[in-house]
């Protein structure tokens, strides 16, 4: 294969500085600093769990956890989902960062005690709720192992399905070849990682559907069905026959599909829900409460 860079070789200086865009679809928010870009307060509603967020796979993965325990009767599981525009840099106002000092998606505040307890990193907040309310995470020591080894899988590989592959193949402002091979080879490594699993076990985790799942689903079930990046066929997603049986069976589960829309800003009208604050408000959508002509965001 050929490096079609080949004829504009990249230099690094001996000290990096921020002295331009860094071009693509991303270049408005990217910097190299942290802390708020200004002043403004984040709204508060009247449920116990207050969620700020947006309908990419990492917020999903929350909204799944918060419908299914709702699902399951966990009242103190109420929620009001706030929208976190990032491409707009809602992500750096005082508000969200006092809530997640890194400005990233999504970020929970627990008021339901005397003093509002914050949570950040969608793998935390998963953890934090399903020891609150006692579901979704296995209590006995091998079973809790596994579901919590295989979450923390997701963390730490879905960076290089997200920001790796997504970011060269679908935003990145030009196509480097060795980028996006690097990272397709490391997904297709990733997906065979799932797919051996599953051959084994109807869930993640084993027998039981579990955080795990809910972690996982966003990112790579939405990849078998060719919801992602528009690269299934690339990928040959096709070919990870139990991956794609455990997406369609996560899929199916009426919590999946109510979590899927909260705080969505793409796709159909009918599969967006921007904000939610009580559970009728997947029943009372109308147009004039969404704003389709949002721009999208990457998956986050």
Known sequence: MTDNHAHTPYVPPEVWTWDQASGGRFASINRPVAGATHDKDLPRGTHPLQLYSLGTPNGVKVT???????????????????????LEGDQFSSGFVGVNPNSKIPALLDCSGPAPVRVFESGAILMYLAEKFGAFLPTEAAPRAECLSWLFWQMGSAPYLGGGFGHFYAYAPTKIEYAINRFAMEVKRQLDVLDRRLADTPFIAGDTYTVADMAIWPWYGAMVKGQTYGAGEFLQVEAYTHVIRWADAVGERPAVQRGRMVNRVVGPLEQQLHERHDAGDFDTRTEDKLNPASAPPAPT
Not at 67 to 72: G, H, P, T, W
Not at 74 to 81: F, L, N, T, V
């Open 64 to 86: 799944i956890m918060l419908e299914e325990l709702l699902a399951q009767g966990h009242s103190g599981a109420e929620y009001d989902a706030w929208l976190i525009r990032i």
